[in-house]
């Protein structure tokens, strides 16, 4: 039985390998932002973009009167990414305005982030296949590629565990998720009902940042210092830069652990003249689960409530030119 579980083992990591190699040879994150790009710089209208983890998908820019290129959402998700795409999309695109980029309680010790659901994918890929003049690889990149990916799942064995479940899943056609507690359906029409024991669970697994990287204050300081080069960046062009949290439930604050959220309210206090807005405290979100499709994910109406009011904050009344 234990030469049986072996072998499966083995099996099992050859197959994440090969999987991860050919992620390189076939990169179809980075063929769906190539083309994002590629439609952003050619829509002379747009004045804004967006950038950060999933969490960026809370703003409706139709609510926000801005014709606005998203990279949200995992085209863009750690702050070398950012300033990656920047320096990219600046010098073509003279009529930037505004950056909208978000802030997420784990983000001051993220580079080169896996995605919330336990995918340990390589999301520089999609970067360098669409920009193919950064160096493909960079120090930065494989040190957190080891240090914020492969040693959290090492450590953490339940994570691991259930990313080796899903994985036999998927192989055997079994539907029953181990990983995925808590599906997310962007478009779901589905009234999310808060469950105490899933939002544990999702705050579990973004933990995983902090457990391999908490105490290492030359990330925290790495991270740091792109930020403030992406903030010079931006103003060099005139362009507003807009830090922002976006509401998320109650319970995904309460579950995650004080002292990470004071880390990310310390990293915002080191920028200097900073314009940030958090909402992770605003009682006319955090407390109406309507307005959410997941812990940390506000749904479609809750997007556009939030974009309205943040719309009202930043005084956006200005008419947007058509295509």
């Not at 005084?315 to 030119?321: A, E, G, N, P, R």
Request: charged letters at 25%; aromatic letters at 16%.
């Amino acid at each position: 039985m234990k030469k049986f579980l072996l072998k499966i083992s083995l099996l099992l990591s050859l197959f994440l390998i090969c999987t991860h190699i050919l992620m390189y040879i076939f990169p179809f994150s980075g063929k769906r932002l190539k083309t994002n790009i590629e439609k952003t710089i050619e829509n002379d209208s747009i004045i804004a973009l967006s950038f950060g983890t999933s969490h960026a998908e809370a703003l409706n820019f139709e609510m926000l009167n801005l014709r606005c290129g998203e990279f949200g959402g995992g085209g863009a998700g750690d702050f070398s990414e950012i300033k990656y795409l920047l320096e990219y999309l600046l010098p073509k695109m003279k009529n930037i305005r505004y950056c909208f980029i978000s802030l997420s309680y784990f983000q001051p010790y993220i580079n080169n982030n896996f995605a919330s659901g336990g995918d340990m994918a390589d999301t520089r890929i999609g970067i360098y296949f669409a920009i193919p003049q950064f160096s493909m690889i960079q120090k930065e990149d494989i040190n957190n590629f080891l240090a914020g990916k492969l040693a959290p799942y090492i450590a953490e064995k339940e994570i691991l565990a259930n990313y080796v479940t899903e994985l036999i899943n998927k192989l055997t056609g079994n539907q029953n998720s181990t990983i995925f507690l808590q599906k997310d359906n962007i478009n779901s029409t589905k009234k999310w009902i808060p469950d105490s024991l899933v939002v544990k669970s999702r705050v579990k697994t973004h933990l995983l940042y902090y457990k391999s990287l908490e105490n290492c204050s030359e990330m925290f300081n790495f991270n740091l210092q792109k930020v403030k080069e992406i903030v010079s960046l931006l103003k060099k062009r005139n362009c507003r830069v807009i830090f922002y949290t976006p509401p998320y439930y109650f319970w995904y604050t309460k579950y995650f652990p004080q002292h990470y959220i004071k880390d990310m309210e310390n990293f915002v206090g080191k920028i200097e003249q900073i314009e940030y807005y958090n909402f992770t405290k605003d009682s006319s979100f955090i407390f109406h689960s309507e307005y959410f499709r997941d812990s940390d994910h506000l749904n479609e109406f809750g997007e556009k409530v939030f974009s309205k009011k943040l719309r009202n904050l930043l005084k956006l009344y200005f008419k947007i030119k058509s295509n």
